[in-house]
T-cell receptor
Framework: NAGVTQTPKFRVLKTGQSMTLLCAQDMNHEYMYWYRQDPGMGLRLIHYSVGEGTTAKGEVPDGYNVSRLKKQNFLLGLESAAPSQTSVYFC??????????FGSGTRLTVV | GQQVMQIPQYQHVQEGEDFTTYCNSSTTLSNIQWYKQRPGGHPVFLIQLVKSGEVKKQKRLTFQFGEAKKNSSLHITATQTTDVGTYFCAGPNTGNQFYFGTGTSLTVIP
């Protein structure tokens, strides 16, 4: 039982490049989330999904897109990376009782 | 919108001292969760509180949920170096999605 798996773990992008962060969970959770974590800012919700085929905006959605084509996968896309998107990105999924399970994170640097 | 405020932002304690972090919401919460994130790691669920005035203990950790369900606290007795990390509270908004507090970073000095 792997829980929540994120790939890649580290990435360096040049400004303007695009990339996709992958998140997979094997717990059959309905809800999945993407957060970014910056020093002193805590965890800020980017986008989330309440089930396969659904997505919704969180607190800081600008510059990101997401897709949930399969229940177990939640993809986060950056179409044109900017230095302000340098951050640690966490994917999470949620049980019915509200407990979140987080992935190990992706450390992204945009230069 | 929904906000969960956490204080203090940083706390340095000598090993063996106690530590408390506080979480405050502008609105009544149906429940509150606490997470711990070790340096370089990811948040890990600690506990969920649901009832008004609820108190739960996990070894040296004591969690409380306020009577009005607008605030919560985490108290660690006799800190150890293994307690180092950032502690987050999280509360649900009207859409039942959780907002996380800014966290309290705990440093334990041996």
């Amino acid at each position: 039982n792997a829980g929540v798996t994120q790939t890649p773990k580290f990435r360096v992008l040049k400004t303007g490049q695009s990339m996709t962060l992958l998140c997979a969970q094997d717990m059959n959770h309905e809800y999945m989330y993407w957060y970014r974590q910056d020093p002193g800012m805590g965890l800020r919700l980017i986008h989330y999904s309440v089930g396969e085929g659904t997505t919704a905006k969180g607190e800081v959605p600008d510059g990101y897109n997401v897709s949930r084509l399969k229940k177990q996968n939640f993809l986060l896309g950056l179409e044109s990376a900017a230095p302000s998107q340098t951050s640690v990105y966490f994917c999470a999924s949620r049980r019915g009782d509200g407990r979140y399970t987080f992935g190990s994170g992706t450390r992204l640097t945009v230069v | 919108g929904q906000q969960v405020m956490q204080i203090p932002q940083y706390q340095h304690v000598q090993e063996g001292e106690d530590f408390t972090t506080y979480c405050n919401s502008s609105t009544t919460l149906s429940n509150i969760q606490w997470y711990k994130q070790r340096p370089g790691g990811h948040p890990v669920f600690l506990i969920q509180l649901v009832k008004s005035g609820e108190v739960k203990k996990q070894k040296r950790l004591t969690f409380q949920f306020g009577e009005a369900k607008k605030n919560s606290s985490l108290h660690i007795t006799a800190t150890q170096t293994t307690d180092v990390g950032t502690y987050f509270c999280a509360g649900p908004n009207t859409g039942n999605q959780f907002y996380f507090g800014t966290g309290t970073s705990l440093t334990v000095i041996p």
